[in-house]
Nanobody, 122 residues
Framework: QVELAESGGGSVQIGGSLRLSCVASGYISSFDCMAWFRQAPGKEREGVAV???????RYADSVKGRFTISKDNAKNTLYLQMNSLKPEDTAVYYC????????????????WGQGTQVTVSS
């Protein structure tokens, strides 16, 4: 069984920064490929960033240059550093694990956290 627990969400002003964390426990091989997704009210869940191994990453066009995904394998923790936040970044952010390729498609993931709310306002 794999459990994922996100933290670090909150309210921030336009242009601000937040760092999300996701602590993973359980079947360790599932942690090799992990991702962040987000879902805004009334919208589909969309992939934000994925990391496979320690260095292979992929980002949605909307966050390139602003968000950085990383992992600390010793702590079984996934991070998402979010800078230059915009109102359109407002969403519930989910951690996901278990992909085999660096996919931003939600169907590629078997394990999900409960989500953490990020709100960006003026």
């Amino acid at each position: 069984q794999v459990e994922l627990a996100e933290s670090g969400g909150g309210s921030v002003q336009i242009g601000g920064s937040l760092r999300l964390s996701c602590v993973a426990s359980g079947y360790i091989s599932s942690f090799d490929c992990m991702a962040w997704f987000r879902q805004a009210p009334g919208k589909e869940r969309e992939g934000v960033a994925v990391i496979r191994g320690d260095i292979i990453t992929r980002y949605a066009d909307s966050v390139k240059g602003r968000f950085t995904i990383s992992k600390d394998n010793a702590k079984n923790t996934l991070y998402l550093q979010m800078n230059s936040l915009k109102p359109e970044d407002t969403a519930v952010y989910y951690c996901a694990a278990g992909c085999l390729v660096t996919s931003l498609n939600r169907d590629s993931y078997n394990y999900w956290g409960q989500g953490t709310q990020v709100t960006v306002s003026s």
